[in-house]
């Protein structure tokens, strides 16, 4: 096979999730580069008269996906859905994520687990045996950020790992807002050895809205390489 940039790996595994949609789906549409290029690949097929209609998970997407003219509805007017099909920062060989990098993950998760089928598509680079060199993304009301922040860390120590808080910034040095309006915060916590037991940890603090650990959600995670494509877990 040629040389792969990621971008084409990307683009590749878009392409195989796209193979899963048939026609009069309700779809969640996930965020970021990956996302995005299934979202242009799902926008060739609608010109060509696919119907499908389509819950964004970010105002990233919504945008894009209405530049492509593919029909878009809202999580309460569709609140079933029948796939959704997003990309991951990591993901580990239990299919547990880490997401949110696009600081979208609240949405995506609430997409993703009203979705019968979360399918993730990656480059092979978000393969990983421990999550947790990615920064774990953690979405944080604004009121109490120093007090959330010390629950957060708190929270990865009682899980058996410890790092940095910090809160994200736009290239600007303005602190990043999310769609919801909230602030996020990354966890430098090099590797994470309990994920469940960290998901539920930070469930229970006030201050969280939502994490970015994704476990038990997706079904299947679609990876293109280097050496072509890669299916973990059931497809359907
Ligand atoms: C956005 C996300 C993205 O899916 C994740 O950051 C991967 O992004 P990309 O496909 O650009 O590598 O969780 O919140």
Redesign the pocket.
């Known amino acids: 096979m040629p040389e792969l940039s990621p971008d084409d790996a990307?683009r590749l595994a878009a392409g195989k999730a796209l193979e899963l949609v048939i026609p009069g789906m309700r779809l969640g549409l996930?965020?970021?580069?990956?996302?995005?290029h299934f979202v242009a690949l799902l926008g060739e097929r609608v010109a060509k008269g696919l119907d499908v209609i389509c819950v964004p998970?970010?105002e990233r997407t919504r945008t894009l996906a209405s530049l492509y003219s593919i029909p878009l509805t809202s999580i309460d007017a569709s609140p079933e859905l029948d796939l959704t099909v997003?990309?991951?920062?990591e993901f580990d060989p239990n299919l547990r994520l880490?997401?949110?990098?696009?600081?979208?993950?609240l949405r995506?998760k609430i997409v993703a687990m009203a979705s019968k089928r979360m399918i993730v598509?990656?480059?092979s680079s978000?393969s990983v045996a421990v999550l947790g060199k990615f920064p774990l993304?953690v979405e944080v009301n604004v009121f109490g950020l120093e007090v959330t922040k010390r629950m957060i860390l708190a929270a990865a120590r009682a899980s058996g790992c410890d790092g940095e808080i910090r809160l994200r910034k736009t290239p600007g040095g303005q602190a990043f807002v999310s769609d919801n309006g909230h602030y996020i915060v990354d966890c430098f916590l090099g590797a994470i050895a309990d994920p469940d037991r960290l998901a539920d940890r930070l469930a229970a603090i006030p201050g969280v809205v939502e994490h970015?650990l994704f476990i038990g959600i997706a079904k299947a995670v679609i990876s293109a390489g280097p050496a072509g494509i890669e299916i973990f877990g059931q497809l359907d």
């Open positions: 990307k996930g965020t970021g580069t990956t996302a995005a998970s970010s997003d990309g991951a920062d880490i997401k949110g990098g696009g600081g979208a993950l995506e598509i990656t480059d978000k993304p970015g």
